[in-house]
């Protein structure tokens, strides 16, 4: 199982949120280049970055910022947040970053994102289904769309889609263990999806036991920078994935 560090950005600095809930923020650090070349020097090769700043509000604003960790890291990025447009795709992808993770445009515009997956193929894009209740919410989680989850994904492998994130939003931020039983039931309905576990990660343990549920990644924040894993943790568990 792969294991993904996540950097929140908010105002070009590293931070993460409580149940999505931006009025809970808590800033770790002013420079998310540092944050990026730590997670690299500990032995991590991938990185998720959300653009908070542009998934709540409507273009992109922290570009420059994966520009930099682009030119100081070798890390595989993933971005999203605020991606709304084929401008937004080039403009990440000129960035530097090799892949997109893309949510509320798949519910808003599907034709939109029908044609990105022609143009610049189902490889290069990371879907992501935000969930409350079992529930997909979009644009920084505010929105409800009375989509089940499980019709979310489905319309997604039928898209010829393999690998998503799904982030179950009463348990980011909260510290408290992943939502490992709904992703086995996902695993179950959909044996062949790479399915990367995201939110209430607290714990060394949580990281094996989304690893025995049959989890391709894990996407991994706050439990990091609060000291619930370790970089020993870290080194451990990349022995074992």
Partial sequence: MELIPAI???????????KGDFTK??????????VAKRFEDIGLRRLHIVDLDGAAGESLKNLRTLENICVHTSLFIDFGGGIRTTGDVKAVFNAGAPMISVGSVIVKNPALFKEWLGEFGAEKFFPGADVFNNQVKIHGWKENTGIDIFQFIRELVGLNIDKIFCTDISKDGMLQGPSTELYRE????????????????SCYNDLLALKQAGCSGAIMGKAFYEGKITVQDIHDFLKVA
Avoid: Q
Wanted: hydrophobic share 40%; proline share 5%; net charge negative.
């Fill in 25 to 34: 923020k808590v800033v770790y650090s002013d420079d998310p280049v540092d």
């Fill in 8 to 18: 929140d950005i908010i105002e070009g600095k590293c931070v993460r949120l409580s």
């Fill in 186 to 201: 996902i695993l179950k309905e959909f044996p062949l999806l790479h399915l990367n576990a995201s939110g209430g990660i």
